[in-house]
């Protein structure tokens, strides 16, 4: 019998590749850190992988599967990193990205004060070809194939690789489609392609069109990516399961997911509010909200019940996107962002990023912008060095960096610092209440779990700002994503519109549909290398007020659909309306029910680590360290290394309480406790 079994959980981040193994043999995890590597991710994952078997003393044959999130499509997005892209739709609605949605984003009050920011592709890359099919799949005039070869002749003589393709109403019928795919790979054979009809097969054209896009966007860099790791894991290990983490709360093998790359543009957050809601659960609190600090951005979700939100209306930077994801919301405020002063004169801070390379002034890498992680090191917030030792900051670089952007805003240096720390948190905070406030939630009634490398720093800011009564700190923060890798299954999401007034809805066609998307379902989770015993599915549907833009959607029972179970599915959209808006029509018969898409998700399981409480210390906790740490003044601080500490201590502000890849500053008046399974409660 084997005496180690390991899984491996990687997430590869802006500044630092984070490592969780888990041995499925003895229950034993262990997390470390590797810097990132962005001139090639490929090195700091296959660096991250040695070093976590080397702590396990583990040899690589013994890996049975390696779960990787990533944030190399995020990131893209975020910087708005976007190659040249082209876009072909339908004869008469090239315009449909300039048109877009008519709504203005909140915070600029009215129109008069917003500017469209410009299209993912510039109006002069858009062709059209003839064609058209009507709304239930049905061919008008028949699909113009001289003008498809004008369109992707045009692609290919411009050098232009990556193209969208979305025909009206291709959700219906993929055909016309399907036949613009096979010209554009025989007319251009080094075309990137992603069709509407494989991304999204769901109406609506603008977000069909945008998801497409982003989908043909980030193909070929997650493509590389992918296949480099691939590669170089097969090498070192002679073949393992390698799976990536997608949006929407599962995983897929790597050589499925470099077909369906928008599935993973927000992998790695992801990963976070799973292990986040996992550790949260462990920890008696059922109502959280995560926020997850990496050195590009800052990703916070709501977790209800132990089950992080699910969204179809998410975003990423300036990106609409239609696909499941788990609901987070992303702002570029991490640990490397960069402070800068606008025309105007006022300090800011971020969205752009220092990265791993060259990073923020203190890595002494030859960075020349100040960072969040600079005033961090200056204030005395966090030690002069990282992951324990292995990374020494040069403090005096960056206090250099903060002395002259202090000098240009006429503010000491401590002030500068501080200033960007309180623009960061408000970031951070704005974050929260979009999730919250703005969903008729109010944030007081949660628990905030902080995580990541810099998630933390900012913890009890936050806790003012936003009035949170409770922050909760799992242990190895900085790793809590990866962690969340070893905790997910793979997960297969289909959808399909098919509108029909629910008095109207004919239920065996709807089951029908629903059989095609199980179908699609069982047949990935085959090619994933599941017993059919194994499968699980999740049906659920998208229904509406007749007449209203928006759906909810509610889940479906198992079983053969019949008008019983279609009208328990209609009674379950009525509550859940009127949880989500305040009010229902249920019994107005004036007011009818509108089903829009059936979804089907299939789901291979696999088995989690499970969290184990400690044991408890006699006595009180080693005497701590001190230094002199800058909150509104210095003050003389004790230093706290987490690995001493144990369940039942308890700290109070001010205090630092450092470990390997995370430190959390403890402001004063506030007051830290470790509970039962290693968790640092922190409350006023």
Known sequence: MATQRIRIGIDTGGTFTDVVAFDEVSGQIVATKTPSTPGDPSDGFMAGVAKV??????????????????????????EGKIDRLGFITTEGYEFVLEIARQSVPDGYGNSYFWVKPDRIVPADLVRTVGGRLDHTGAQIRPFDESSAVAAARFFRERGIVAIGVCLLHSYADPAHELRMREILHREHPEAIVSISSDVLREYREYERSMTTLVDAAVKPRISRYIASISERLDEYTGGVPFYVMKSNGGVLSASEVVHQPITTVLSGPAAGALGAALVAQHAGFDKVLTCDGGGTSTDVSVVLGGEPTLTTEGSVGAYPSKIPMIDVATVGAGGGSIAWI??????????????????PLCYGAGGTDVTVTDAHVVLGRIPPHLLGGEIALDVEAARNGLHSLAQRLGLSLEACATGILEISAWNQANALRRITVKRGLDVRDFTLVTFGGSGSLLACRLMDVLGLPTVLVPPNPGNVSAFGLLTVDVKNDYVRTAVAKHTELDVEQTEAIFADL???????LDREGFARAEHRYARSADLRYFGQAFEVRVPVPAGPLDKATADDVAAAFHDAHRALYGYDFAGNADQQVEWVNLRVSGIGPISRPELRELPRRDGPPPYPGVRQVCFDDYVETAIYQRGDLAPGDEIA?????????????????FRACVDAFGNLVVTK
């Open 518 to 524: 199980h179908a699609l379902a069982a047949a990935a």
């Open 342 to 359: 606008s025309p105007e004169g006022a300090l800011k801070v971020g969205p752009r990023s220092a990265g791993a390379d060259p990073g």
């Open 53 to 78: 078997l080397a702590l396990l003393d583990a040899a690589a044959d013994t890996v049975s599967a390696i779960s990787h999130g990533t944030t190399v499509a995020t990131n893209q997005l975020l």
């Open 653 to 669: 502000g001010p205090a630092v309480i450092e470990e390997f890849g995370a430190t959390v500053p403890l402001h004063p008046g």
